[in-house]
């Protein structure tokens, strides 16, 4: 009942965030957090890759001081807001919780089961979630109606999108709580139904799934399909390119969630994308993926 009262009050002034997961995502959520005033506490699994995420954030910071996008201040004031640490009761004072670890179903259950314990009552909890149902993950949860799912893009500070999700019980007060904060990152927010991969993904890793088809059935070579995508259609990065930045098993797995949840061919994963995971080729991250970064400049692998 303590959930549907605070609820039922209106929507909660954030003043305390917290982002489980220092890859790319979280570090990113965690940037823009502390830029925008909040306080924020980064967890990882690891203790030294939050504080690896630490540095990260800084040298990025560095760049948008050079860039002239903010003051020098304002860059150490924000670092000095972000606490990293190994361990969900870290998260104990936190208004709102951001859980950006990995592209998995059974991970991200895990992660709500063990956090809800350890947060307050009224705190509310967001998934950036690129594909997953929101309403599946919110029912392992002790508070449905104060979880949501709040999907950033990649990179954080750069994209100016943020996809705001309801599961079918996420209440009025939760979804503008959420809507204010993204507003107060700076982003502009699309609402999204909970139908799998949402709106940008829907869309996009169809796109990016043909443009393996296409390679894979010899229509073109990577750096043709690249070319002619980014001077054909005016992408500022061509869909393979994208798919390395992406990395190959988040486009895989978003891929099984469309094949699985709407049950339409359309959205069989190409044979090639699967063997390029298998092989462990992942993308930019690994070192190879559709392009090889191993030198100065990547070079097609096929």
Request: charged share 25%; hydrophobic share 45%.
């Amino acid at each position: 009942m303590a959930d549907q009262e605070a609820a039922a009050e209106g929507p909660m002034d954030v003043k305390a965030v917290g982002v489980i997961g220092a890859g790319q995502m979280g570090s990113g959520i965690a940037h823009v957090c502390a830029l925008a005033g909040y306080d924020v506490k980064l967890a990882d699994i690891s203790e030294d890759q939050a504080k690896a995420a630490l540095d990260v954030i800084a040298r990025n910071m560095d760049r948008q001081v050079k860039r002239g996008k903010i003051e020098a201040a304002e860059k150490d004031a924000a670092l000095a807001r972000i606490a990293p640490g190994g361990g969900l009761e870290m998260f104990g004072d936190s208004d709102l919780v951001i859980e950006a670890a990995s592209e998995n179903e059974e991970v991200k259950r895990e992660i709500f089961k063990a956090l809800c314990p350890m947060i307050k009552p009224q705190a509310i909890i967001c998934t950036n979630t690129s594909s997953i149902s929101i309403t599946r993950l919110a029912s392992v949860t002790d508070r449905p109606s104060r979880f949501m799912g709040m999907h950033f893009m990649n990179p954080v500070p750069l994209m100016q999108l943020v996809e705001l999700i309801r599961g079918i019980a996420t209440d009025e007060a939760t979804f503008e709580t959420v809507r204010m904060l993204a507003e107060k990152l700076g982003k502009t927010t699309a609402s999204a139904e909970d139908f799998p991969a949402f709106i940008v993904n829907r869309i996009l890793l169809p796109m990016i799934n043909e443009a393996v088809y296409t390679l894979y059935e010899g229509v073109g070579s990577v750096k043709s399909i690249d070319t002619a995508m980014r001077l054909g259609a005016n992408h500022p990065m061509g869909p393979l390119e994208l798919a390395d930045f992406i990395g190959l098993d988040t486009c895989l797995a978003i891929m099984h969630v469309l094949y699985d949840g709407l049950a339409d061919t359309k959205y069989r994963p190409c044979p090639l994308l699967v063997k390029y995971v298998e092989a462990g080729w992942l993308g930019k991250k690994a070192g190879r993926g559709f392009y090889d970064y191993s030198g100065d400049e990547p070079v097609p692998t096929r």
